[in-house]
């Protein structure tokens, strides 16, 4: 049971958006900042957004993050099937001064 | 260009024990704090310790504090990850992973090292 909630999966067609939720609490997403990593079959994870909404140099503008509250969301416009991937939400939790991250969120592009 | 080559996986037994290392290149390892993060086979990432920059700090996930032991050789750019009393839930691809601290993301990681708990 991950600290930070995701659907375990979405899915749109090719050219269209999807987004992502992550859902945690005052003592993770609340008080610090949310990143977002993308995880290509057998690959490492790699970072498409960090302190909430900013984007790595090399990350396409078609990747946003956004926060509010104990929420984050990310955001994929003009889908890709190279976007087929699994995305994690991370972030640190005061309470149990630790790193911790969603379950995962399969994209599949139809 | 960044670079973070983890080593030391393979297989043990259960009860036994296993020390990762990372080799880091093409930054300053003596301001960065470290991480390591491990993904069991089809399942999702799981956050496994932090080091500090001095390695005066550390940090552990519940399912291995008393087990797993984080350290960093800085003379050498080296991080480390020793593992006792492995058990089969530990089977995972253990990746090292720059800590950028002002973002607190990992901002690098490494290709991973797959440690297999079996007897």
């Known amino acids: 049971q991950s600290v930070l909630t995701q659907p375990p999966s979405v899915s749109a067609a090719p050219g269209q958006k999807v987004t992502i939720s992550c859902s945690g609490s005052?003592?993770?997403?609340?008080?610090?900042?949310v990143s977002w990593y993308q995880q290509l079959p057998g690959t490492a994870p790699k970072v498409l957004i960090y302190?909430?909404?900013e984007r790595p140099s090399g990350i396409p503008d078609r990747f946003s993050g956004s926060k509010s509250g104990t929420s984050a969301t990310l955001g994929i416009t003009g889908l890709q099937t190279g976007d087929e991937a699994d995305y994690y939400c991370?972030?640190?939790?005061?309470?149990?001064?630790?790193?911790?991250f969603g379950g995962g969120t399969k994209l599949t592009v139809l | 260009e960044v670079q973070l080559v983890e080593s030391g996986g393979g297989l043990v037994q259960p009860g036994g024990s296993l020390r990762l290392s990372c080799s880091a290149s093409g930054f300053t390892f003596t301001i960065y704090s470290m991480n390591w993060v491990r993904q069991a086979p089809g399942k999702g990432l799981e956050w496994v310790s932090y080091?500090?920059?001095?390695?005066?700090?550390?940090y552990y996930a519940d399912s291995v504090k008393g087990r797993f032991t984080i350290s960093r050789d800085n003379g050498k750019n080296s991080l480390f990850l020793q593992m006792n009393s492995l058990r089969a839930e530990d089977t995972a691809v253990y990746y090292c992973?720059?800590?950028?601290?002002?973002?607190?993301?990992?901002?690098?990681w490494g290709q991973g090292t797959l440690v297999t708990v079996s007897s």
């Open positions: 991370g972030t640190w939790d005061s309470s149990l001064s630790a790193g911790v």
């Open positions: 302190e909430n909404n």
């Open positions: 992973a720059r800590w950028h601290g002002s973002g607190q993301f990992q901002d690098y």
């Open positions: 005052s003592s993770n997403i609340g008080n610090h900042y």
């Open positions: 080091i500090s920059n001095s390695g005066s700090t550390m």
